[in-house]
């Protein structure tokens, strides 16, 4: 089987846009999902609903792959899972290294969705002589101090940091100096790294963060939807008149909250 150092997925020189890539892996989930089922064909508005899209911006997804559907009779499941498998790049072995063997390093080596997406779990690497030789997920952890010659003798293709904060740069610089140009990055921090090399970063902190917003939104908007709902008296209409800002009668109190939601963006 080909290994990802080799062979590198071809959507950016074809002119797929980030966006579309990024939608990709929802769309192949809700049609494996559906191949599970032995379903045969897919509508755009039902694949669309499944993928949490418009069915407009599937069609148009769609059409960067080459691939419009028939009217009448929709997608074809098992060929779609084929073709954005292969734009993807799963239909080849990508061996994976995962840094940092803590409670999450551990958790993710032992995720059995990577082997049927396509990645291998080549080397698990951790800085603690104490871990070295322990196996995990069945793979003995290796030192840190191993890293470089792993990847090479792996032929790893992607790196995935799950260290401390303080740690994460480091261990990214190592990465890319041996040749790894796409990390993962689960460390609570952002990583500086060279052209030509792709980071994606899961901060789940973040999202909870922004859970937390939402959530504080709905119970304010709760609260004054009970206060304006319980024993309100009716009250005569008030007469229009002119203000300046920040004089008597301002309506200061419509102003939102400052700030904005923060962005979870690839580092």
């Known amino acids: 089987?080909?290994?990802?150092?080799?062979?590198?997925?071809?959507?950016?020189?074809?002119?797929?846009?980030?966006?579309?890539v990024a939608r990709l892996p929802l769309y192949l989930r809700a049609l494996t999902a559906l191949s599970e089922r032995s379903v045969p064909t897919v509508s755009s508005e039902e694949l669309a609903t499944a993928a949490g899209v418009n069915s407009a911006k599937l069609r148009k997804d769609f059409s960067y792959l080459g691939?419009?559907?028939?009217?009448?009779?929709?997608?074809?499941?098992?060929y779609l899972v084929y073709q954005i498998s292969r734009e993807l790049g799963l239909t080849q072995d990508w061996p994976v290294v995962i840094v940092g063997i803590g409670n999450l390093g551990a958790a993710l080596a032992n995720y059995?969705?990577?082997?049927s997406r396509g990645f291998r779990v080549a080397a698990l690497i951790d800085a603690d002589p104490a871990m070295a030789g322990k196996p995990v997920a069945g793979i003995p952890v290796q030192h840190t101090d191993e890293l470089e010659k792993i990847i090479e003798d792996n032929g790893v293709s992607i790196g995935v940091i799950a260290t401390p904060a303080g740690a994460a740069q480091?261990?990214?610089?190592?990465?890319?100096?041996?040749?790894?140009?796409?990390?993962?990055?689960f460390a609570p921090t952002v990583l500086s790294v060279p052209d030509g090399v792709?980071?994606?970063?899961?901060?789940?902190?973040?999202?909870?963060?922004?859970?937390?917003?939402h959530e504080q939104r709905k119970a304010g908007e709760e609260s004054t939807g009970h206060e304006e709902g319980a024993g309100a008296v009716p009250q005569a209409p008030v007469a229009p008149h002119r203000t300046t800002a920040g004089g008597p009668g301002a309506d200061s109190g419509r102003q939102g909250p400052d700030g904005d939601v923060p962005a979870v963006m690839p580092a």
Not at 67 to 77: E, H
Not at 112 to 115: H, K, L, V
Not at 170 to 185: E, F, K, P, W, Y
């Open 112 to 115: 059995g969705g990577f082997a």
């Open 170 to 185: 480091q261990v990214c610089d190592r990465l890319v100096a041996a040749g790894i140009t796409s990390i993962l990055n």
């Open 1 to 20: 089987m080909a290994t990802g150092r080799t062979h590198r997925p071809a959507t950016r020189s074809r002119g797929i846009p980030e966006a579309t």
């Open 198 to 213: 792709d980071v994606r970063k899961v901060d789940l902190s973040i999202e909870l963060q922004i859970l937390a917003f």
């Open 67 to 78: 691939s419009y559907g028939t009217r009448g009779v929709g997608y074809d499941v098992e």
